[in-house]
């Protein structure tokens, strides 16, 4: 069973960056691709990023074009996503995802917050 765990949310002010960490066990990770997605109340979850295997290709939303980029490491296991010049609709819980058939893999997500 795929285990997915969030880190690296907090408060930042406007314009600040983070980055976020996804560690992923119990699934051969090299092999699969990996999403980030948020959510905010009053809006629906919206795919964020998504990076590829194995070819790594990476797709960003047009929301967050230019601002935010995905990468990932499969010797540590772990799906990144950097976040620069942060706005406050920005703003959500940030999780990370895997589809392994038709199943989603989540994580319990890592709260983002941008604020002055």
């Known amino acids: 069973q795929a285990q997915l765990v969030e880190s690296g949310g907090g408060l930042v002010r406007p314009g600040g960056s983070l980055r976020l960490s996804c560690v992923v066990s119990?699934?051969?990770?090299?092999?699969?691709?990996m999403n980030w997605y948020r959510h905010s109340p009053g809006k629906e979850r919206e795919l964020v990023a998504g990076?590829?295997?194995?070819?790594?290709?990476?797709k960003v939303a047009d929301s967050v074009a230019g601002r935010f980029s995905i990468s990932r490491d499969n010797t540590e296991r772990t799906v990144y996503l950097e976040m620069n010049s942060l706005k406050p609709e920005d703003t959500a819980v940030y999780s990370c995802n895997t589809q392994l058939g038709t199943i989603n893999y989540w994580g319990q997500g890592t709260q983002v917050t941008v604020a002055s």
């Open positions: 990076i590829s295997s194995p070819s790594g290709r990476t």
């Open positions: 119990g699934i051969t990770f090299s092999g699969y691709d």
